[in-house]
């Protein structure tokens, strides 16, 4: 299995600009999970998903963020207009709950990150 | 909201010597779980402990659950300096929010450096 996959790796872009992060699962995953990390504010949740459905934003920091799911296969996490402080590394995890579990607390598959800077 | 908090923050020790790293949270859980990151790179678990256990083993990895305290350790023994990383605790909430609700929350970490 490849693991999660996550595109691109590095992302330097100026302020202002818009900013696509990209996320392939593990096939066969149900749940996904967008996350930012910095020093500061260390690991947090932006969003997930439940079968492709959008289930908590309540952690995206602004309009400036979106994320879509269209398949099972594939998200984006997107920035418009792109700020400095949106600087971080963005993680995509994925993960499969078992079918007598109503809740998802199993473990996490992360992918590599995106190291984005915004200038 | 519950969150693991790792302690100590910082642990540099030798190579050979074992690596206690310890986890507090604040209410109920389901399990806890240990992560470890890389530089650079993506978190990766470790193991899982649910909360009617009390010590698990995996490898060099020995956690132990303290519900009662509230607390966990993750002890690296024999470390190597392939072991230098970042060492997370996340807590998994007893609680049920409604299906399909995610229910982990991550520590800040304990960085943790193996010096040869």
């Known amino acids: 299995d490849a693991g999660v996959i996550q595109s691109p790796r590095h992302e330097v872009t100026e302020m202002g600009q818009e900013v696509t992060l990209r996320c392939k699962p593990i096939?066969?995953?149900?749940?996904l999970f967008w996350y930012r990390q910095t020093m500061m504010r260390g690991l947090e949740l932006l969003i997930y998903f439940n079968n492709n459905v959008p289930i908590d934003d309540s952690g995206m920091p602004e309009d400036r963020f979106s994320a879509k799911m269209p398949n099972a296969s594939f998200s984006t996490l997107k920035i418009q207009p792109s700020e400095p402080r949106d600087s971080a590394v963005y993680f995509c995890?994925?993960?499969?709950?078992?079918?007598?579990?109503?809740?998802?607390?199993?473990?996490?598959?992360f992918g590599s990150g995106t190291q984005l800077s915004v200038l | 909201s519950q969150q693991g908090e790792e302690d100590p923050q910082a642990l540099s020790i030798q190579e050979g010597e074992n690596a206690t790293m310890n986890c507090s949270y604040k209410?109920?859980?389901?399990?806890l779980q240990w992560y470890r990151q890389n530089s650079g790179r993506g978190l990766v678990h470790l193991i899982l402990?649910?909360?009617?256990?009390r010590e698990k083993h995996s490898g060099r990895l020995r956690v132990t659950l303290d519900t009662s305290k509230k607390s966990s350790s993750l002890l690296i023994t024999a470390s190597r300096a392939a072991d230098t990383a970042s060492y997370f605790c996340?807590?998994?909430?007893?609680?049920?929010?409604?299906?399909?609700?995610?229910?982990?929350?991550f520590g800040k970490g304990t960085k943790l450096s193996v010096i040869p």
């Open positions: 996340a807590t998994a909430a007893n609680t049920y929010s409604g299906a399909g609700s995610y229910q982990l929350t």
């Open positions: 209410t109920s859980i389901n399990n």
């Open positions: 995890a994925s993960s499969l709950v078992p079918r007598d579990s109503r809740t998802t607390n199993e473990k996490l598959f």
């Open positions: 402990i649910r909360s009617n256990e």
């Open positions: 096939s066969g995953h149900d749940y």
